[in-house]
């Protein structure tokens, strides 16, 4: 499950908190079955574009879903904000 490479394309999404970022929802059919971290996290090493980052794709538990956090410097690097539909690819780090 380590190397398998799994693919989204969606819209990107934003927490509307006291300082707001972007995800993007993972569905359950999408999510790695792999042993789970620390909140239920797992470890990912992710794409958009020509960027890629490590980071760790958590629960959304309320709606049955994770959610892989898009960095500020990728949403420039790549030219996108929350609204616009992205693919996301991934992988278990």
Do not use: H
């Not at 819209?11 to 006291?18: G, N």
């Not at 958590?58 to 992205?86: C, D, R, S, T």
């Amino acid at each position: 499950m380590k190397n398998k490479q799994f693919s989204v394309t969606g819209k990107l999404e934003i927490f509307d908190m006291y300082a707001p970022w972007t995800y993007m929802r993972i569905l359950p059919r999408d999510v790695p079955n792999v042993m789970t971290g620390g909140w239920g996290s797992i470890p990912v090493e992710v794409t958009i574009g020509k960027t890629t980052w490590k980071t760790s794709m958590f629960p959304l538990p309320k709606q049955e879903a994770y959610f892989i956090p898009v960095k500020k410097q990728v949403l420039k690097k790549e030219n996108l904000k929350a609204g616009v539909k992205a693919t996301v690819k991934y992988k278990v780090a």
